[in-house]
């Protein structure tokens, strides 16, 4: 969100599904950032499988929480994906790369906390435009 985040979450081992979708990301982060916005909160995720089961969405409609349509083959808009990019720059570029799977969390954590907010929030302010962008040239690719 705009001027602020979160912790980098990071799920445990095994698969990401639609009951640990709502007890790890849902409940402590998105309902908790709902009550502090009020109406003004609008959700955006990807289509990943876990985001659509009922549980997920039975969760979201319970605690009023409006999801912003987004089409299951859309171009790739999502702000989080040039976050992902960023990040995954910042662990290449390291004097010392993780090289473990024991390594990659801490630092993982250690360049979300160093990335500079500016960078978060010219992503979420960039939406209007690139959605514009992508209607003009009727949802072909656009550049970033």
Do not use: K
């Amino acid at each position: 969100m705009l001027g602020s985040r979160t912790d980098l979450h990071i799920f445990d081992a095994g698969s990401v599904n639609g009951s640990r979708y709502c007890n790890e990301i849902l409940l402590p982060y998105v309902r908790l950032f709902r009550g502090a916005m009020g109406l003004q909160f609008l959700f955006m995720d990807d289509n990943a499988t876990c985001h659509r089961t009922v549980a997920a969405e039975q969760l979201l409609e319970s605690e009023d929480i409006e999801l912003m349509d987004w089409p299951a083959r859309s171009p790739d808009l999502n702000p989080i994906e040039h976050v992902w990019d960023f990040l995954s720059r910042r662990l290449a570029a390291r004097t010392l790369p993780p090289v473990t799977i024991r390594e990659l969390p801490l630092a993982l954590q250690d360049e979300w906390a160093a990335m500079p907010q500016q960078l978060t929030d010219t992503l979420i302010l960039s939406m209007g435009r690139r959605c514009e962008t992508c209607l003009a040239v009727r949802g072909d690719h656009i550049p970033y």
